[in-house]
Nanobody
Framework: QVQLVESGGGLVQAGGSLRLSCAASGSIFSVNVMAWYRQAPGNEREWVAAISAGGSTNYAGSVKDRFTISRDNVQNTMYLQMNSLKPEDTAVYYC??????????WGQGTQVTVSS
């Protein structure tokens, strides 16, 4: 049984920082590449960052140089360090395997709100 629990979101001012955590259980963390996604109201879910089991990372252009993705393969946890936050980063953030589909299992996400 797969479970994904995101945490660490909150309300911050522009320029602030947050560290999101993803606790995974089941087989999902066994896949090679995990990722963070986000969805703002009225928008489709978008990919934010990905990390392989070996630590290779990729980022969406909108967050590159501001966000850092990391993972702990022993604890089955993944993190997203978010710095220099902007109002446009406001969204619900989700973790999942890379290339997850709408019909896949998704957690509840964690809300990130960045004020001006």
């Amino acid at each position: 049984q797969v479970q994904l629990v995101e945490s660490g979101g909150g309300l911050v001012q522009a320029g602030g920082s947050l560290r999101l955590s993803c606790a995974a259980s089941g087989s999902i963390f066994s896949v090679n590449v995990m990722a963070w996604y986000r969805q703002a109201p009225g928008n489709e879910r978008e990919w934010v960052a990905a990390i392989s089991a070996g630590g290779s990372t990729n980022y969406a252009g909108s967050v590159k140089d501001r966000f850092t993705i990391s993972r702990d393969n022993v604890q089955n946890t993944m993190y997203l360090q978010m710095n220099s936050l902007k109002p446009e980063d406001t969204a619900v953030y989700y973790c999942n395997k890379h290339r997850a589909r709408t019909y896949d299992y998704w957690g509840q996400g964690t809300q990130v709100t960045v004020s001006s």
